[in-house]
């Protein structure tokens, strides 16, 4: 690795033990309603899909939203991909016992079986890709899934006007060091959150959304610099 890519630095985490281990404090400090929106990519998901489902999750080390979602629903079973061996290893661990009901693959989309899914989710992950990037992930996902499956998409998004990005960017560090974060590490965190995340307003990632194939999107979440959506494939 680099010393000097701010990417590879804002990825770094993901592969040390250590700040693995501590990963699962960190979302809901950042993540206004973390945990409801998990709840909230549930039921829109139950909407529309059979009580077997079977479901992609890019993004899925940690193992967050697998969790949630298998308590929820304990017919589905999932796929998750994510590239850090250390955070699948730690998704293993979060679902404990209801590990048998996911298959957790190292890779990127196009290491994705090809389904056909009953469902995608993708959560707190998109916005480590470019637009390009974005778009041909998010077309890899909607090749994968049943005609008319839903997909829910959630993250980093908000208005991207140079007189508006600093203070949404401000908002966004406040909650975090209201939630209990340290405040040397949240000034870093936005700093390098500024910097290198490939960050768009809604507007645009719905754009993106739609130009990969999907239809119907939806907004369903909006908490400060975040954002969720519902499409259909």
């Known amino acids: 690795m680099s010393q000097n890519n701010p990417t590879e630095t804002l990825l770094a985490p993901f592969s040390d033990p250590d700040a693995v281990a501590h990963y699962t404090e960190g ?131 908000f208005p991207q006007e140079a007189d508006s990005r600093p203070r949404w960017l401000s908002r966004y560090g406040a909650f975090a060091v209201a939630s209990g974060t340290d405040p040397e590490k949240v000034k870093n965190m936005v700093e390098t959150v500024g910097q290198v995340l490939s960050l768009y307003s809604p507007e645009e990632d719905e754009k993106i959304i739609l130009d990969a194939g999907f239809k119907n999107v939806e907004q369903f979440y909006a908490a400060f610099t975040w954002r969720g959506w519902l499409a259909s494939a």
């Open 27 to 157: 979302p809901p400090r950042f993540v206004p309603g973390f945990t409801d929106l998990h709840k909230m990519t549930g039921i829109l998901l139950a909407e529309r899909v059979p009580a077997t489902a079977n479901i992609l999750v890019l993004g899925a080390g940690g193992g967050l939203e697998l969790k949630a979602l298998a308590e929820m629903q304990p017919g589905w079973c999932f796929t998750g991909i994510d590239p850090a061996p250390e955070m699948l290893k730690l998704a293993g661990k979060t679902l404990g016992p209801l590990a048998n009901r996911a298959c957790l693959i190292e890779g990127y989309i196009d290491d994705a079986p090809k389904g056909p899914f009953d469902a995608a989710v993708c959560l707190l992950t998109l916005h480590f890709l470019d637009a390009e990037e974005r778009r041909r992930t998010a077309s890899e996902i909607h090749k994968r899934l049943k005609p008319d499956a839903p997909f829910v998409a959630a993250h980093s998004s």
